[in-house]
Every structure is written in structure tokens, then in C-alpha cells.
């Protein structure tokens, strides 16, 4: 497979035909499947689940596999390079967006459910007819005091903590992937390959934390997604982030051993730089999720 | 080496293509591709169409005699979501996948593996979906809106619905990367962003509304499906949410989504509309700009769809003033239209009718949204028929009237043949004066006071329900003819020239043989 030949800088590389696309819509249906029949509690479920989960591995590493070896094959030419960072951008803004709609249901539930239910502005009468006595605070688990706790109290996870050490963790990986990009372009490859390796390890150690995080939430807190519209925001939020920086460290893991293999030169190594923009969207998010979750 | 280099030259060379189910389940190709989607569109067309018949049977007079309440229910909830998620969309897709890299000269789409994923996810989702209605208790019933407590109540197709939505909405975000990086990198040399056929210029800011608003409605149905099953109170005022925010989420994505739905049937409309005028598009860069600001001013709208449900002064004043501000590019549209063909030497093939019924059509829609949109006469429409007749008015003769009008301009450019243009023109006024019958006395309806989405109504209200249903049922048989008219010409007729019609039409798709080649454009045309 892995025969070299020129690229034709004017030819665009079509495939001629792909098994995968057509194997990931079955995979995405199995999983799909799964999870319905997992939350409806049939027990089926989670072996339907687990199968649309193998399938998703097998889609990712089959068809990435087959991209890979076009590249190292040399069939990518200027424009398809183009063509794959156009891609990576605007599905890095689909994600954007995504993120978007939890942060507009936390700053949607602070600017005007919980003051309304308070009697602020002209819903007065919701919260003499419906919660009487309810004041407004944040954080809050609503008029109701939901959550696992009897007397509905539950605490949150300060800011100057934890998750400031999660913040440095996750600045120090977007210095480090900074500094395996510019050895790579400089061709230095044993500083690339030790600042990758850094990089992937700090988000894993983030996932740890995080995870710890959450132990300590359900067990000590009584913070849990039942928690109210804080701990509905707060899981939303935290675990979407936190699957895509898993996301995000198996994109670096592979890179790396991809480097390892000799993968990328000084001049053409879009995959780095996809992997790298995207470490940074989750960089990003993170930051305003410290801000806006945590913090204040 | 040289091996694989010959190997491709000689495909390039001999229009070879693969066969059997392979070609398609495999397939690479945006004219394969184009072709399942349009052809699926089709099908769910039917289906939806054939939900909308049940309906129209039921309300064909008071009191419920055909189908059970809950049922109804279903209909009108899956008719919504299909029609939407299945037809149009799907249909746009398709003459997408067909015309962009025609008209622009790209050998195909950008990313063609990830082409053929975004199509074989709806096939799929569709499954899912549909398989719903066989479940104890049925398919959804609460609306596509979704509106929760409601929609939280649904019954096993509740998970069922969320995750096919997922699925199609993935679809449709790959489908709108494939279209953005196509048009952005693959255009040929010389062809700058102002020389762009309309139709690709429409389709790029639909691709850019689809990035931005499905991974909101994504979000939204997340948060539904966490509701009702993970213990979360987004929705749940007792934990500190609301349902309203759901509708300000949902609505957020739900208006971009019409003109998702829209602005590629301008773009059609845009391209037929001087070929039969035979005179060039009157104002080609305002209707850029005005394609562009109602994609713009789409984003700050969303809020005229729920203005009984309570919000503050400044906030109906905002989105009412908002919405109308759309009539302004709308009509810099409607008039380049009128003013293209004002003096042109017009004719009146198949997809030329379609496109002038598109334009007074859909304007009559256009001017019924405008009279929604002013917040305290929306009070009295909200939630009758009024708004059923507005939206069908804008989607079917507007959207789906566009979606034919393509179809009748580009059919020989796929079949290589010309069609039955008699019959078409019989599609066309049947259609035409049916749509009408269907949809216009439903204004009368909703002004008199009709509810929309209830399996029965008062007495009153017979006379136009029959009038509508007997509507409905001519359109919906009516467009067996488009199937029959299709098929014909897939398998015989005339051999269509390169050109097709006689009035000469501009573009690179008419540069190319018909049926176009299995591959075209490899090497690209220099555009002047």
C-alpha cells in the first residue's frame, strides 16, 4: 500500500470506493439502538450499546487507517490538504456551537428563570401561586431543593481548588503542544515527540482529576445531575468537556505514536495541526467553563 | 506504481463505473450520491405526503371517525419531521451534490467519502424514527417541536426520536462542511466568489446557517432526553429551569432551519428564472447581499415564534421590529425576480412555471408571515390554522415547488433525456391550482378561529375543511405524475443536447454532455 508516488499538484485525489462510510451509518444505528434500548432499561441494551461502540472503534481506526496510508502513499495534493482544514475549521465550529446552546440553558437559568420564579419582573404571580418564599441565589437547586440529599442542601466544588489545577494543567498541555509544533516545523523530532507525549499525559491526568472530581461530588457533596439546574448545568457542561478532552487525548495519543513512526514532515503534517486546533477549542472552552461554572 | 496512475487515467477516460449494489452502498461519486439523495427525498416525500392524507381524511369533516386522537397526533408530528428532515432537506442535499460541482468545475465534491456518510446516516435515521410507530404506544406525538413537559411524556419513541435527530442532524453538519469546502476550495481558476452561480451562493450561507444551528438543536434535544431520563431540570421549574427556555433554544436553531429550508430555493429559483427570460439575473450582487442578510437577521428572529408565551415588552418589540426588517432583502429578491423577467422574452417550459408559481406563491406566504409577525395580532393567529397556511404556503409551493422547478431544469442534464413536457405541464397546473385549493381557505380557518394541531373541530369550520381536504388529496395524487414523469425520462425519450433548452442557458453544467459523465471536470475549465 505504502508505495510512494509524486503528487500530481493538479489533480484533486477522488476514492474511488470506500466500504467505511456505509459501515460507520451501521455503526452510528447500532449505537444509536443501544442507547435507546439502554435508557428504556430492556436488557438487550448495553450489549447493543457495546456492539455500536466496537463498531465505532473498528469505523474510526479502519477508515483513518485508510487515510493515513493515501497520505503516506503521497496521493494528497495542496488542494486536498486545503480541503481537510476547511473540514477540521468549520467542524471545530459545529462544535462551538454545540456548547453554546448548554451555556445559554446556564446563563438562560441565572438572567431569567431563577429571578422569575423569584416574582422578579411580571411573573410575580408564579412565585406567590406556585413557590411562595423562593428567593433567587446562585447556586441553585430550584424552588424544590432537588437533589439526594433529605434536607436538599448540596455544596459545589470552589473554584481554587481543583479545577484551578485542572485550568494550569490544561494552559501547561497548550504550551507544550505549542512547542512540539514548532519542533516539528524546526525538524527537530526527539523535542516533538517529548512535548507530545506531554501533552497527551496532561490531559489524561485532567481526565483523572475530573473524574476524582465527580466521585467526590456524588459521594460528598450531594451534587449530581438530579441536583437542580446547577447540577444540571454543572454535569452538562463539565462532562461534555470532559468527553472531548478524552476526545482530544486519544487525537494526541495517535499523533504521537504516529510521530513515533516517523509520520509528518516539516512542511506537511495537517493532522498534527488538526489535532492541535482542536486541543486548543477544548483549552478554550475549559477557560470559560472555569469562569462561568465554577468561578462566579 | 504506474500501475495505479494508468488505472485511474482509464477510469477517467471510459466513464467506468462500478455495478450492482456496491456502486451505491460504496460510491464516491456526488452524481451517485446526488441521485440517493434525491431519490430518498422522493420517498419520504410519499411517506410524509401520505401522513398529511390521513390528516386530511380525519379533518374532511367534524368529529373523529377515521383514526384514534393519538394517532393523529403521531401523523401530524411524523408528516412534520419527515417532510422537513426527510424531503426538503434531503432534496437540497441532493441537487447539491449534483449541481455544485457541475456549476463550479470541481471534478467532485471535497470530501466524497464523508459525502456518501452524510447521505447513508439518513436511510438509517429515518429507520429509527419510523420504527417508532410500531412500538406499544407509538411513535412521537407531542409535536417536531417537542415542546417539553409534553414531548417528556412520550412513551418508548421518546429516546428513539432524540437519537435519530442526533443522526440526521450529524448528517446534515457533514453534508454542510462538504458544501462550504467545496465552493471555498474547489471552484475553478478564474471563477471569483461574484462570478458563483446563485445556487451555489445560496447553498453556501445555507451550509454556514446548518453548522451553526444543528449542533443547537443537538444540544436542545440533549437536554430533553437528560430530563427525561438522567434526572436533569433544564425544563423543570422546580429544580430552578424552564420549558420556556427549551422554545428559546429550540427556536433558536427552529428559525435559521427555515431559511435553511428556503434560501437553496431561491437559489434555484434564481438560475431558472433568466433562462427563460433570457435575459442575465437582474441584480445578481444584491441578491448575494440580500441572501446574506436574511441569514444574518435569521439569527435574531427566533422569538416571534413564541410570543404568547410570555416575555417582556422590550422583547416583542425587538423581535417584531426584527422579523420585519426580513421583508427588506426578501422583496430586493421578489422585485430582481419580477425585474428579470420584465421585458424578457419569456417562455414557459415546466421548470419556468414552477419557478413564477414559486414567485407569487411563496410572496403570498411571505406577506402572511409579516402579518405574524406583528406581535399583537399574533396573539389572536397564534396556534390556528392561519400559521399552518402560512408555512405551507412558504414550504411547499415556496421550497418544494423549487425542489421541482430543479428537477424539470436539470433532469435531462442527469437522464440525458428530455421529458414529457405535456405531462409535466399537467403536473404543473394540477399541482398549482390544488396547493391552492389546500392551503388558501386554511387562512380562513385560522382567522375564524380554527386551533392547528386537534383531530376535531367545531361545526363552522366544515365547509373549508372539505374544500382544503379535497385539495389535499388532488395534490398528493397528483404527484405520481412527477414519479411517472421521472422514471420515463430515465428510461427514454429525446436525447437532451449539452445545452438542453433552446434559450441558451449560462453555466458550466451546460458545458458538459448529457447525461453528464461519470466523472467530469478533471481537469478544470478556465472561467473568464
Given amino acids: ?296 | 506504481m504506474a500501475n495505479t496512475s494508468t488505472h485511474v487515467a482509464h477510469d477517467a477516460d471510459h466513464d467506468h463505473k462500478p455495478h450492482g449494489l456496491k456502486r451505491w452502498l460504496f460510491t464516491t461519486n456526488h452524481k451517485d450520491i446526488g441521485t440517493m439523495y434525491l431519490v430518498f427525498a422522493l420517498l419520504m416525500f410519499f411517506v410524509g405526503g401520505a401522513m398529511a392524507l390521513v390528516i386530511r381524511l380525519e379533518l374532511f369533516s367534524p368529529g373523529v371517525q377515521f383514526v384514534d386522537p393519538g394517532f393523529y397526533n403521531q401523523m401530524l408530528t411524523m408528516h412534520a419531521l419527515i417532510m422537513i428532515f426527510g424531503a426538503v432537506m434531503p432534496a437540497f442535499v441532493g441537487l447539491a451534490n449534483w449541481m455544485i460541482p457541475l456549476q463550479i468545475g470541481a471534478p467532485d465534491m471535497a470530501l466524497p467519502r464523508m459525502n456518501n456518510f452524510s447521505f447513508w446516516i439518513l436511510p438509517f435515521a429515518f429507520t429509527l424514527l419510523m420504527a417508532t410507530l410500531f412500538l406499544p404506544g407509538g411513535g412521537p406525538a407531542g409535536g417536531w417541536t417537542m415542546y417539553p413537559p409534553l414531548s417528556l411524556q412520550g412513551g418508548d419513541s421518546f429516546a428513539l426520536m432524540i437519537f435519530a435527530i442526533h443522526l440526521m442532524g450529524a448528517s446534515s453538519i457533514m453534508g454542510a462542511i462538504n458544501v462550504i469546502v467545496t465552493i471555498m476550495n474547489m471552484r475553478a481558476p478564474g471563477m471569483t466568489l461574484l462570478k458563483l452561480p446563485l445556487f451555489c451562493w445560496t447553498w453556501l450561507i445555507t451550509a454556514y446557517l446548518l453548522i451553526a444551528v444543528m449542533p443547537v438543536l443537538a444540544g436542545a434535544v440533549t437536554m430533553l432526553l437528560t430530563d427525561h431520563f438522567l434526572l436533569t431540570s433544564f425544563f423543570n421549574p422546580a429544580g430552578g429551569g424552564d420549558p420556556v427556555m427549551f422554545q428559546h433554544i429550540f427556536w433558536f436553531f427552529g428559525h435559521p432551519e427555515v431559511y435553511i429550508l428556503i434560501l437553496p430555493a431561491f437559489g434555484i429559483v434564481s438560475e431558472i428564472i433568466p433562462t427563460f427570460s433570457r435575459k442575465p439575473l437582474f441584480g445578481y450582487d444584491a441578491m448575494v447581499y440580500a441572501t446574506a442578510s436574511i441569514a444574518f437577521l435569521s439569527f435574531v428572529v427566533w422569538a416571534h415564534h413564541m410570543f404568547t408565551v410570555g416575555m417582556p415588552l422590550a422583547g416583542q418589540l425587538f423581535f417584531m421590529l426584527s422579523t420585519m426588517l426580513i421583508a427588506v432583502p426578501t422583496g430586493v429578491k421578489v422585485f430582481n425576480w419580477t425585474t428579470t423577467m420584465w421585458r424578457g422574452s419569456l417562455s414557459f417550459e415546466p421548470p419556468m412555471l414552477f419557478a413564477i408559481a414559486f414567485l407569487f406563491l411563496f410572496t403570498i406566504g411571505g406577506f402572511s408571515g409579516l402579518m405574524l409577525a406583528i406581535a399583537p395580532a399574533d396573539f389572536q393567529y397564534h396556534d390556528t390554522y392561519f400559521v399552518v397556511a402560512h408555512f405551507h404556503y412558504v414550504l411547499v409551493p415556496g421550497a418544494v415547488f423549487a425542489i421541482m422547478a430543479g428537477v424539470y431544469y436539470w433532469l435531462p442534464k442527469w437522464t440525458g433525456h428530455m421529458y414529457d413536457m405535456k405531462l409535466a405541464k399537467w403536473h404543473f397546473w394540477l399541482s398549482t391550482i390544488s396547493v391552492n385549493v389546500l392551503f388558501f381557505p386554511q387562512h380562513f380557518l385560522g382567522l375564524a378561529g380554527m386551533p392547528r394541531r386537534i383531530v376535531d373541530y367545531n361545526t363552522q369550520f366544515t365547509d373549508w375543511n372539505v374544500v382544503s381536504s379535497i385539495g389535499g388529496f388532488v395534490f398528493g395524487f397528483s404527484q405520481l405524475l412527477f414519479v411517472w414523469i421521472i422514471w420515463k425520462s430515465a428510461r427514454s425519450g429525446a436525447k437532451a443536447t449539452a445545452e438542453v433548452w433552446d434559450a441558451q442557458p449560462s453555466g458550466l453544467e451546460w458545458t458538459v454532455p448529457s447525461p453528464a459523465p461519470y466523472h467530469t471536470f478533471d481537469k478544470a475549465p478556465e472561467v473568464r
Avoid at chain 1, 508516488?5 to 459501515?23: G, K, Q, T
Fill in chain 1, 1 to 296: 500500500m505504502a508505495t510512494t508516488h509524486e503528487v500530481d499538484p493538479n489533480r484533486y485525489y477522488v476514492p474511488h470506493s470506500s466500504p467505511w462510510p456505509i459501515f460507520g451509518s451501521v455503526a452510528l444505528f447500532v449505537l444509536a439502538a443501544g442507547a435507546a434500548l439502554t435508557l428504556e432499561q430492556t436488557t438487550l441494551g448495553p450489549y447493543v450499546l457495546g456492539l455500536g461502540f466496537l463498531l465505532l472503534f473498528v469505523l474510526f481506526f479502519g477508515w483513518f487507517r485508510n487515510v493515513v496510508d493515501e497520505n503516506q502513499a503521497g496521493m494528497y495534493n495542496a488542494a486536498v490538504d486545503r480541503s481537510f482544514r476547511m473540514g477540521m475549521m468549520w467542524f471545530i465550529f459545529s462544535e462551538v456551537m454545540f456548547f453554546a446552546a448548554f451555556f445559554g440553558a446556564l446563563f438562560y437559568a441565572r438572567q431569567f428563570s431563577l429571578p422569575w420564579l423569584s416574582g422578579e419582573g411580571a411573573k410575580a404571580v408564579t412565585n406567590v401561586l406556585l413557590w411562595p418564599g423562593f428567593e433567587a441565589a446562585w447556586p441553585s437547586n430550584g424552588p424544590a431543593d432537588l437533589g439526594p440529599r433529605d434536607d436538599g442542601s448540596f455544596e459545589t466544588i470552589p473554584a481554587f481548588g481543583l479545577p484551578a489545577f485542572n485550568t494550569l494543567l490544561l494552559l501547561t498541555s497548550g504550551v507544550t503542544i505549542t512547542i512540539a509544533h514548532h519542533a516539528l516545523r524546526a525538524g527537530k523530532r526527539a523535542q516533538l515527540s517529548l512535548f507530545l507525549a506531554a501533552t497527551w499525559i496532561l490531559g489524561f491526568i485532567f481526565l483523572g482529576v475530573q473524574i476524582y472530581e465527580y466521585h467526590y461530588a456524588y459521594t460528598d457533596l450531594g451534587l449530581t445531575l438530579g441536583t437542580g439546574i446547577y447540577g444540571s448545568t454543572f454535569f452538562m457542561l463539565t462532562g461534555f468537556h470532559g468527553f472531548h478532552v478524552m476526545v482530544g487525548a486519544i487525537m494526541l495519543l495517535v499523533i504521537w505514536l504516529r510521530v513515533v513512526k516517523g509520520h509528518f514532515s516539516p512542511e506537511r503534517h495537517f493532522a498534527f495541526e488538526a489535532t492541535a486546533w482542536y486541543w486548543h477549542f477544548v483549552d478554550v472552552v475549559w477557560l470559560i467553563l472555569f469562569v462561568f461554572v465554577y468561578w462566579l
